[in-house]
């Protein structure tokens, strides 16, 4: 029996949201393509504005000849025509011509791409516009004319600039430019800020191989300086590459650039100012006792500069650093205070109850570290780890005499911060300023001979007077004091009682600088783990027990000095405990320094990933790229489309296909089923009933 065929649904117009599947289907190609359009016509002609060349209608690059030529030609044609053209083109073509002619502009446009009188340019066109030439005064560009005193690097010094691992400062200079003899002053003042800081050098355009290497790249690989000139580069300190080049993109202040130099390339932290209240308590009180407290008053306010830093950063074992500003209204307190008259000035604050040592007047580089190394010790200086070795007071080093000295002494006034230790220690700074008497030895020995020994020691700088902290410096201090009182003196506070005492270290050289060691002895564990080695200088330790009276202290030393130079002690084999090193200040700590080195990273690394895009985006190869990227995936789009199209059509046939063959398949098992008798096998009807069975075989 024939089967009737299947109708097709007729073709429906196209809906809305078949519109919206189309379009979203092929987002990503528009978007490509509306980019490459937006790049083609806006970026790109922004980013390569007509030449000056093409305003005289001449080749890039042509020569001052032709340029001349090409004006006077356009200039003629001027004058002969009837129409006089725009003002605004009679500027662009004398501004072309001016700049094209001048040898070290042009070689500046040319090669890196510079035109630093564009202001001036679109100044005369917004003032003189509608204005015939003859009403301009002319030449619209003026010479640059500048001091040239500079030392100016090129391509064969260069690297002899690296020689000493110190930081470079450069500066690309070019000698036509107006920017750069504006800056000259400037530059002098920067230049005399980091004298021993920094190597500082200048670089002239006329070098163009130098200087193609340290400008910028754009993506054709044209050199360019980002501002212009002048322009300031630096290599930190071990950098010898230009791939560690820093460029400076701030203003030209000599504030702003020598901050810049000393913390982003020589790591360097600022020092804070405080005002007149702050100053006591942020600074003075909160600063290590064991610092000198330095602060340096400012009447300008400027930021410290890399030398001042610099020497901070150096001498921060021995004192903690500060600035702070002077105003004419608050010289009372400068003057009651520090005995301050005015500014600047810097100021030495030492041991509790000392008068403050000041500087007036401003000082130079040298001058300060004089300074400085005059005032880094208390003076009474502590004994720690940073100025044992330079005290003389170290088991392992020598006598401040000198090497060749086999006896010294060091008088040392141990306790816990409190006021009986800052009584002694003033106690030992009368005992000092005795024995030094400006060095008049002959007035002790005629006052007191008994005091003869210790002057003499001191003044052949044999003797020194220091104080230890017995908390901080605790196993230190129950090593030389070792009595049963000793914790009145050293480790923790237990109680209400502080002692501080005075005793007196006994140093000898042992002979040829030999340590005191005997054969190790390791033929068993115990000895082995045992072993130490001693020092390479012997001590002995004496204790005093009299009063706070200064005579009787300078004889009790004097005797100690005279016995222990004249009879022969045997030396005994110790190993002295070590003094803990104090926590530095937090901003010159490493965990600083690495905070401040990895701040600096990602400032400069995403300022270089910023630079970098803006050279790239300039890429006239972008728009035809973005072109080719929208075409290929909108064919691939379209090809991916297609081949969905073609198989759901396909299963759509192979499923008419699988609803006809289980119907035929039915009729004709109906059709078999009925040349059969129904069997008991068959389905039992709805209405069926149970026959009830007789008794009997048959009836």
Request: proline share 6%; net charge neutral.
């Amino acid at each position: 029996m024939a089967t009737q065929g299947r109708q097709l649904p007729p073709n429906d117009p196209i809906s809305a949201s078949s519109v919206k599947s189309t379009l979203t289907a092929y987002f990503v190609p528009l978007l490509l393509l509306a980019a490459s359009i937006f790049f083609q016509l806006v970026v790109v002609p922004r980013n390569f504005p007509p030449s000056y060349y093409d305003v005289l209608g001449i080749p890039k690059y042509s020569s001052i000849e032709e340029v001349t030529r090409a004006y006077e030609r356009i200039t003629s044609e001027w004058n002969s025509s009837v129409e006089v053209p725009p003002t605004v083109n009679l500027i662009k073509v004398q501004y072309a011509y001016e700049l094209l002619t001048n040898q070290i502009l042009k070689r500046d446009y040319d090669i890196y791409n510079i035109d630093e009188h564009l202001d001036v340019l679109e100044n005369v066109k917004e003032h003189h516009s509608g204005k015939h030439l003859s009403q301009i005064d002319l030449p619209l560009i003026q010479n640059a004319s500048f001091d040239q005193d500079y030392e100016f690097i090129n391509a064969g010094n260069f690297l002899s600039k690296f020689e000493d691992d110190k930081a470079l400062l450069l500066q690309m200079v070019s000698s036509g430019s107006n920017r750069c003899a504006q800056f000259s002053e400037t530059w002098k003042r920067i230049v005399n800020l980091l004298k021993g800081v920094s190597n500082i050098g200048v670089v002239d355009l006329s070098d163009v191989q130098l200087s193609v290497y340290l400008a910028e790249k754009k993506s054709s690989g044209k050199p360019f300086f980002r501002s212009g000139v002048p322009a300031l580069l630096a290599f930190p300190p071990g950098c010898k590459s230009s791939k560690c080049l820093h460029r400076y993109e701030g203003e030209l202040s000599v504030d702003a650039i020598t901050d810049w130099l000393a913390t982003n390339i020589l790591n360097l932290p600022r020092i804070p100012y405080y005002s007149k209240e702050s100053l006591v308590h942020n600074f003075l009180v909160k600063s290590k006792p064991h610092l000198v407290k330095v602060i340096f008053i400012s009447k300008s306010g400027e930021r410290a500069t890399p030398f001042i830093r610099q020497a901070a950063k150096n001498y921060s074992p021995y004192a903690t650093f500060g600035f702070a500003l002077w105003k004419e209204e608050e010289s009372t307190f400068w003057w009651n205070v520090f005995g301050v008259e005015s500014a600047p000035a810097i100021v030495f604050m030492k041991d509790p109850g000392v008068q403050p040592v000041v500087y007036q007047g401003s000082t130079n580089s040298s001058m300060f570290i004089d300074i400085m190394e005059k005032n880094k010790h208390h003076v009474l200086p502590q004994l720690r780890n940073a100025t044992s070795m330079e005290l003389g007071c170290d088991v392992q080093g020598y006598s401040r005499a000198g090497i060749d000295t086999k006896i010294w002494y060091c008088a040392l006034i141990a306790g816990r911060p409190s006021q009986e230790l800052n009584k002694m220690r003033e106690t030992m700074r009368r005992v000092q300023e005795t024995l030094s008497s400006n060095g008049k030895i002959d007035d002790i020995v005629d006052q007191d001979p008994l005091s003869a020994p210790a002057a003499l020691a001191h003044e052949q700088k044999r003797l020194t007077f220091a104080w230890l902290d017995g908390e901080a410096q605790h196993r230190y201090c129950f090593f030389h004091i070792h009595s049963e009182d000793s914790y009145e003196t050293c480790g923790p506070r237990r109680g209400m009682t502080d002692v501080a005492r005075l005793f007196v270290v006994r140093y000898e050289m042992n002979p040829k600088n030999e340590k005191l060691d005997t054969p190790k002895q390791t033929n068993n564990i115990f000895n082995a783990l045992h072993h130490t080695e001693s020092d390479p200088v012997s001590t002995l330790v004496a204790k005093y027990n009299g009063s706070t009276d200064t005579s009787e202290i300078i004889r009790w030393i004097s005797q100690i000095i005279k016995d222990g130079d004249s009879r022969e002690i045997p030396p005994f084999k110790t190993k002295a405990p070590e003094l803990v090193p104090e926590d530095s200040s937090h901003i010159w700590s490493k965990s600083s320094k690495k905070f401040i080195s990895s701040g600096k990273n990602v400032k400069s690394w995403s300022s270089g990933l910023i630079s970098s895009l803006s050279n790239q985006i300039g890429d006239p190869r972008i728009g035809p790229s973005l072109l080719l990227a929208a075409l290929m995936s909108f064919g691939l789009i379209w090809l991916n489309r297609s081949r969905s199209t073609q198989s759901s059509s396909q299963n759509e046939a192979n499923q008419i296909k699988d609803e006809d063959k289980p119907s035929r398949r039915s009729r004709s098992r109906s059709g078999a089923n009925q040349l059969f008798p129904p069997s008991i096998t068959d389905s039992e009807p709805k209405d069926a009933q149970q026959l009830p069975l007789s008794d009997s075989d048959s009836e």
